[in-house]
């Protein structure tokens, strides 16, 4: 069994930015693929969580309640003898309202689902819409409490133009559906995200398709009655499409997702639409391989925090992308985070002390995939991409980025050579660090290495020099993954 090294070293793209470090981070689950797709912060400082539990049979909507440290207060399933899943919640100001699509309950394979639930996650009602079609039919993906009821997007064939519409539905506060409306082409049109809009109104994101540009980010805008108030696409070469949106802070809106026009097959899509729905900017992020945008936070920095999946890592695999901007949209520092297998994020906010991440993670937990939180704080200032740009050049092992500056003096570092796995040493800054080198299984053989170069050494060891800032770094021993996923597999496939 061969054994790689991953050093978690964080990339700071600029030198102002201040740099989070993780503070906790929980999984949930069972022995199956379990999963958790959004959340929303809670008036008591914590965070209810919807995805699915999987079992030998298939799975159900999961409704989880986790405390401010991210450790569980209570849970709930609710489903029947096929797939039932949770995509999006609200807390309410009597509980919680949540939707999905459900494959056991109403007529046809899938349905929309909406769920009313109290503050412990005792159902009170449920009702099913659409279900006219046979497969994929109809589902939603997010939902808005109203004064006088709820208000759902998703996609629909029951009541489509095309292949699916972008599907919305005003219901009361029991769930009585009050209107319904599509909106789309001939192909297929998706709504992913909703939010309050001008005047009483709501906006809807997601994307559209035709035949000559593909697909396309896609704007509706509605009234308090459903009524069209206007609707917009904007596209480029290759296909765009929006999974998260947030209002700015000037009343615009921004957007993330995934666009074909960058370096890799995908790439991270950010878009920031001003109040006349003109694009401000557009940036996409990302390196060789597959990088997607699930979600979009506006942070009080005037910035924005983007979470999602990348597989431009050195194994192949697919690790949570986690990343940040100003507030044009230029990048201040981007992580990636995960283990040996398939780690996603699918959905972030700021907290008032750092930011908070949900994912599904087949590399930790006790499933082959479970739901994962993690809790993320700034740290202090600092400027050590050099160190990072240099190990990765010089060393040609796993590094993953992930390192967390400190204010004590020496730096806490590895003690690599006999140490056991979570050993450190105290090392002055300026002073040499050795390091294991691939060929030797970490055993201190290679040559040495400085910021920015290598130099051979004749005693075979590989050393980087620290420089005058202060680090803990943390490392991680594991084998390549070899089970392929399975909820992954499904979850934004294009």
């Given at each position: ?38 959340f929303d912060d809670t008036s008591d400082g914590g965070a ?339 160190v990072r740009g240099a190990l990765n050049e010089a060393l ?99």
């Open positions: 069994m061969t054994l790689k090294l991953a050093l978690a070293v964080a990339l700071l793209i600029s030198f102002s930015a201040a740099f989070p470090a993780e503070e906790w981070n929980r999984t949930f689950g069972g022995p199956y693929s379990d999963g958790g797709w959004a209810i969580i919807v995805g699915q539990i999987s079992t030998s049979q298939g799975a159900d909507l999961l409704l989880l309640k986790v405390g401010a440290s991210g450790n569980r207060e209570w849970d709930q399933s609710y489903g029947g003898s096929d797939d039932d899943l949770g995509y999006g919640v609200q807390e309410t100001s009597d509980g919680y309202v949540v939707v999905g699509t459900t494959g056991s309950f109403g007529v046809g394979e899938e349905r929309l689902w909406l769920l009313k639930t109290d503050g412990g996650g005792r159902k009170l009602w449920d009702v099913t819409l659409g279900g006219f079609v046979s497969s994929e039919g109809d589902g939603g993906w997010s939902v808005q409490q109203l004064g006088d009821g709820y208000l759902v997007v998703g996609y629909t064939r029951s009541f489509a133009a095309g292949e699916r519409d972008l599907w919305m539905v005003k219901t009361d506060l029991w769930g009585k559906k009050q209107w319904s409306r599509s909106f789309g082409g001939q192909r297929d049109d998706v709504g992913f995200s909703l939010l309050p809009w001008d005047i009483g109104g709501y906006l809807a994101s997601g994307y559209t398709s035709n035949e000559e540009t593909g697909q396309d980010l896609y704007l509706v805008a509605v009234d308090g009655q459903g009524t069209l108030l206007w609707n917009q696409s904007y596209g480029g070469q290759g296909n765009q499409a929006a999974f998260s949106q947030a209002r700015t802070r000037e009343g615009g809106v921004v957007l993330t997702g995934r666009t074909d026009s960058g370096r890799g097959d995908h790439d991270v899509l950010l878009m920031k639409l001003n109040f006349s729905r003109q694009p401000d900017w557009t940036r996409s992020y990302g390196d060789e391989g597959n990088e997607v945008g699930l979600s979009v936070a506006a942070t009080s920095d005037g910035g924005y925090l983007v979470c999602g999946r990348t597989s431009s890592t050195p194994r192949g695999d697919q690790d949570l992308l986690l990343l940040k901007t100003d507030f044009s949209g230029d990048l201040q520092w981007k992580l990636n985070l995960g283990g040996p297998e398939d780690d996603i994020g699918t959905a972030v906010m700021e907290t008032a002390d750092g930011y908070l991440v949900l994912g599904v993670t087949s590399s930790f937990g006790s499933g082959s995939e479970d739901i994962w939180l993690l809790k993320l704080k700034e740290v202090q200032e600092t400027a050590y991409d050099v040609d092992i796993d590094l993953r980025e992930n390192v967390s500056p400190l204010n004590a003096s020496p730096a806490a570092m590895p003690d690599w050579i006999g140490a056991g796995e979570n050993s450190t040493s105290a090392v002055t800054p300026g002073a040499l660090i050795p390091l294991p080198s691939q060929e030797a299984e970490g055993q201190g053989e290679g040559g040495v290495l400085g910021p920015g170069q290598v130099s051979p050494a004749g005693n075979g060891s590989k050393e980087v020099k620290v420089p005058q800032v202060e680090f803990v770094w943390q490392k991680r021993m594991f084998d390549r993954p070899t089970n392929p996923p399975r909820a992954l597999e499904k979850f934004f496939k294009s």
